[in-house]
């Protein structure tokens, strides 16, 4: 049983690669701050890694190492959040079975997120079976920890709609909940789900570097990473083209350069003054800029670096999966929890199990 009365929140990562800004900006920065006001569940997706990358498991087991050390170098504290390893938790598999049941093959083929990353990630016709399973495995990751809120970035928004609507189905079939029930009062009427919203991070969608058609992603190679040194940070953000060729040239205070200016110089008189001298061309180069934005965002990451190296000289890797065990306990015991009500109102009742 859980112990804490807290509203609770689940969010995580794949291991994909590491982590990156647009990561902190989308999603990470709030879960740090939350991690006192809401009971929070940060999850490894490394099931679903292995929809993309089923053929490189030694990679999917150290980038999940190497999240685990970002979301410590980031602020998350493994003592007030759960650390959730998916390959560890049954009931995960088992409750994507059930919600598979309850959403059409359209609802999960036409999710314009889905459709997205065919076209981008080069998956084209080639893609597995359980690619596009992962979207209602993500239904299962979630309601798994019954939830309030879920941080994440924009394009996660189609998957927590997906999630809401199997959790409404759910609740309206197997717990007599009537389907004029407001979101808000599902657990209230008597489901076993609440519907969970999406709590959208400061930036819904950073750009990745280059021309910043694409958002950031660790799979594009367009990403800086938390764990970048200062030398990358500045080598990336040089790679950021605008097309605009000299200082007094009139530049467009919207651009990608100026979002990453919005997203990450705090300081807003700062950023008025310069989106003005650069709208007016007014000797401004996208150099000096570049130059700024860097610094600020190695300001943002030097505590980062520090809290790292501190982790990698206590223990290193046999350290991180110590806390993932850790959190793996805790993680089933609110799991288990959820399987055991969702197969009661199943008719799936025969029998509790433990497990050991
Ligand atoms: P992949 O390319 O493997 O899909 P990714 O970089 O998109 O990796 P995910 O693990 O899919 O990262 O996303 C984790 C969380 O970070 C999600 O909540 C997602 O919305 C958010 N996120 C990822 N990229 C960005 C971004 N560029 N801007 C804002 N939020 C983002
Ligand atoms: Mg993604």
């Known amino acids: 049983m859980t ?7 689940l969010t995580g990562d794949t291991p994909t690669g ?34 993309t990358r089923f053929d490189k498991p030694q990679d999917i087991r150290q980038d999940t190492l190497e999240i685990v050390k970002d979301w410590l170098a980031a602020g998350i504290d493994p003592n007030r959040s759960t650390i959730v390893l998916q390959t560890e938790i049954p009931a995960i598999a088992e409750l994507t079975w059930y919600f598979a049941m309850l959403l059409s093959f359209n609802d999960v083929m036409g999710n ?25 495995g993500q239904c299962a990751d979630i309601l798994a920890f019954r939830p309030e809120l879920v941080p994440v970035g924009e394009d996660q928004e189609p998957h927590i709609e997906m999630c809401r609507k ?27 789900f609440p519907i969970p919203k999406a709590l959208l991070g400061r930036v819904k969608r950073l750009p990745g570097v280059g021309d ?4 950031m992603s660790k799979s594009l190679g367009n990403a800086i990473f938390l764990s970048d040194t200062p030398k990358d940070v500045q080598k990336k953000i040089n790679k950021i083209t605008t097309g605009r060729q000299s200082p007094t040239e009139p530049g467009d205070p919207t651009n990608i350069l100026f979002q990453f200016v919005e997203a990450f110089i705090l300081d807003e008189a700062r950023v008025a003054e310069l989106k003005d001298r650069y709208a007016r061309g007014d000797n401004l180069g996208d150099g000096h ?13 030097e505590p980062m670096r520090t809290r790292r190296a501190e982790y990698e000289k206590s223990g290193g890797d046999d350290a991180i999966i110590d806390i993932i065990k850790a959190g793996v306990k805790k993680a089933n015991a609110t799991a288990e929890e959820t399987l055991h009500l969702a197969k009661r109102a199943m008719k799936l009742d025969f029998g509790r199990r433990t497990l050991a």
């Open 289 to 301: 800029v570049k130059q700024e934005l860097a610094e600020a965002i190695n300001a943002l990451l």
């Open 3 to 9: 112990t804490t009365t807290k509203p609770r929140i």
């Open 18 to 51: 590491r982590l990156h800004l647009g990561h902190w900006v989308g999603s990470v920065e709030r879960r740090v701050a939350l991690q006192d006001e809401y009971d929070c569940y940060f999850l490894l997706a490394n099931m679903h890694a292995f929809t």
């Open 166 to 192: 199997a959790a409404r189905k759910f609740n309206q079939l197997y717990c007599d909940v009537s389907s004029r029930t407001e979101d808000a009062d599902y657990v209230k009427a008597g489901g076993v």
């Open 112 to 136: 314009p997120t889905l459709v997205h990353e065919l076209e981008t990630k080069g998956l084209a016709d080639k893609y597995s079976f359980g690619f596009p399973l992962y979207t209602v």
């Open 212 to 215: 910043g058609k694409q958002k």
